[in-house]
Structure formats: structure tokens, C-alpha cells
């Protein structure tokens, strides 16, 4: 009799136990989702009280001396345990993403050796006694930056030899007058602009990145309506690298009336770039080349707004964002089969998923209007994307959204902004209403900044265009 009373107390200790770790997971998983300041205070509150009343009610069920009870209790208590551990963790993950996509405040410049495809060196060693082309029209401090940091890798001073241009420095590698060219990597596509298939004449032979800090000019209330630059490049290296922006989407967003204007600003308007080209103009996408904030000052100055966040994404990352979302609705203009991936596209609308999303938006092959078109596109793409992410949907799929977007996309609003912004969000729950407008101009040939005296296909912008949607815009962030 004895030992069956000791029994059962081993037992109920046991149960007891399991009771207490549920207590203790579940004031971890308090702590931790209160922390992240996700979750609205009525949730919180409603939370707090629910993993009270469960852990109240298991612990008592250790205390009875039917089994039954007991073992249902203790199962009770293992599957809570479970649960709100794995809940735990996932906050966790979600809060390190946000902490690594949001906050940026540096920008990077991808400064390149590239030598000739057939080149014997291996590395910048090897090129010690080389002659280095250099260009003096754009971005000469990081160019003097990348000669020190070569020069200190070899060991002594180069040689090297000035053009006037990127295409004058292209054409001497490629005629033999130097033996390697240094420039921004991000200047590789607007090279291949003036000399066709110059990227895959030549290979990079060493790569250095120069970080600049990128300001945050002030805090906003994420509550109020405020404007947010949308970037989508198409890079291999780092989200930060700057790269030429092929997509560039002001998204109004007016929290208060639940309304978001997106609006369209073809790649090749042809402006001036703040604290960069003076009164000259270039394509709006060559204002990525010298940092996103440069591509918002433009935008900026366009349109006489204010825009307080950039949000980059990285086309060649979007399969994952895409999957996540359950595939996007896209709007193509034309029926073709996309070279990559070798998928159909209908005139008309079509559900792409992220494989078939991407081979859409490097598509240009099948278009007369080439790279235009494929900046149409991926603007669509973009388009889709934002859509989706603003309906319920989103919800469903929000782990493999989070694990999708770590490495493609990057902005400058913080972790806490974000957690607050996505707290007024399950607030309230109410949808959102999506409009969309695109600004127009008249095709032309002109010299850009970053590119020299070589002719190059540009927009001039529509005055009247651009000030209806400047307009819009205005009128969207003072509804109440």
C-alpha cells in the first residue's frame, strides 16, 4: 500500500512539473511577444489571461487522484508547452528578421578590377605591374579609395592611366591601352549601353566595398501618412551593394483612411540627380548607382514631396517573397514565352508563381521595346506583390514570407516601426485599397551624366503628368 502511495506521489510530482515548465514557457512566450510590440495591448491582455486560466487549470488537475484527470491534465500541459515554445521561437525569428531587413543606414559601393575574359591573373597580386584605367567623370572618391586599397594589396604604387569617360576607360581595356579598368560595378550595365556585350568580354578579378552612411533624416509616425521609395534592382551580391533601380514606386500610404497610392516613374525619365549631376540630367536609373538616397532625393525633387522611407528589393531573391504570398496576379501586356524558365505568359492576366514571376521580369527579348518593357514589367511585378501583401492573405504564409525576405530586401524603417506599423494593422484588421498611377513623357536620344557624350535612350518627363500625380499624392496624405 505503501509503495503505491509513494508511486502515485512520484507521479503527481511529475505531473506538477510539466505544469511548472508550461508556466515557465508561457511567461517566456509573454515576454517575448510583448516585447515586439507586435501585438495590440486588448490581445495582450486577452493572452496574459488565457495561458493563466490553462496553466491554472492543468497544475489543478495534478491534484485529484483519478488518472484520468491527471493524465489528461499532464497531456494538456505537454501540448501548451509545445505550442507556446514554438510560438516563442517564432517571434523570435520574426523579430530578428525585422531587426536585420529594417535599420538600414549604410549604403555600399562595389568598386571592381576587371581585367579581359581571357586574362592569365588570378588575383590582384598577379596584376601588380599592370596599367589601371580609371575615369574621371563620376564617383572619383571611391575610385581613389579602390586605388589605395589596391596598392596596399600589392605592396607598392600602380600605374595608372585617366579617361574622360566609363566608355573611353571600357575601349582602352578592350583595345589592349590598359591592361584593367577600375570602376563601380554598379556602372557595368551602363557600359554595356555603349559597348554591347562588354560585361561578358571581361571578368572581375577583385572586388572592394566602400561603405558610406546613408542619414535618416527624422522619425515618423508610421500611424500618420507618410511616403515610402520603392527600389527594385536586379544584383547578385549584397542588397546594399548600389545598383542601377529598373523599378521606382513612391507608395503613399495613408493609415488613417486605410488607402495606398502607388505610383509609377518610368526608369529612363530623364532629371537631375540631387548632389550629383548639377544641372545636368540622366535616367532616373542611374540615380541608384550613387545610393538609394540619391534616387529618393530625385523623386523628391519631381515631384515636391517629402519621402521618409526606401524599401530596396532584389529581383533575383522575389521567387521566395512570391511562393510565400501564394503567387501574385499579374497584368501582361503582351503573350510571349519567357526565356527563362521557358514559361507562357498570356495576354491578359495571369497567376504567376515565384519561378514564373521572375522569368516574366527579366523578359526582354520578346519585346520590341526590349529593356523598357522588362522595366514595365517588373514594375507589375512589384505591383502584384504589394497588392498581396496588403490583403489577410499575407497571414497565412507569414514564416515563409519572413524567411523569404531576410536577404532581398532592405529599408531604412526600423524594426520598431514596423512592429508598430503591423500592431495598428491587427488592431483594426480592415483591408486596404490599392490605387495605382504612372507619369508619361516624350522618348528621345540624349548625353546622361554617368554616361558620358554617348547618345543614350532617355524620357523627358510630362510636366503636366508629373504635377496630376504630385497632386494625387498630396491629396491622398491629407485625407482624414
Partial sequence: MRQRLLEMERKNLIGKLITLIQLLVSVICIVTVAGSGMLPKKYLIFLIGALAVLFGATHILQY????????????????????????????MKTDDVLEKVGGATYKTDNMVVVVKKGDSAKNIEDAEDYRFGCQTAVDQKNT???????????????????YESLTDEANALLNGNVDAAVFNEGYMSMIDESIEGFSEKVKILYQYGVKTEVKKEKNVDVTEPFNIYISGIDVDGPITTNSRSDVNLIMTVNPQTKKILLTTTPRDYYVTIPEVSGEKRDKLTHAGIYGVDR???TLENLYGIDISYYARINFTSLVKIVDALGGVDVDSDYEFTTLHGNYKINKGMNHLNGEQAL?????????????NQRGRDQEKVLTAIIH?????????NANELIAGVSDSVQTNMTSEEMSKFIQMQLDDQSSWNVESQAVSGKGDS??????????????????????????QIKKLQEEK
Avoid: H
Fill in 64 to 91: 485529484p487522484k483519478n488518472k484520468v484527470l491527471r493524465y489528461t491534465g499532464m497531456i494538456i500541459s505537454l501540448l501548451m508547452t509545445i505550442i507556446l515554445a514554438a510560438i516563442s521561437m517564432g517571434m
Fill in 144 to 162: 581613389d579609395k579602390m586605388i589605395k586599397d589596391i596598392e596596399k594589396k600589392v605592396g607598392k604604387d600602380v600605374k595608372t592611366e585617366e
Fill in 295 to 297: 534616387s529618393m532625393a
Fill in 359 to 371: 522569368g516574366f521580369a527579366r523578359e526582354r527579348y520578346s519585346f520590341e521595346d526590349g529593356d
Fill in 388 to 396: 498581396k501583401a496588403t490583403t489577410p492573405a499575407i497571414l497565412k
Fill in 446 to 471: 540624349q548625353s546622361c551624366y554617368s554616361s558620358g557624350s554617348q547618345l543614350l535612350y532617355v524620357m523627358w518627363p510630362d510636366e503636366t503628368a508629373v504635377q496630376n500625380a504630385a497632386n
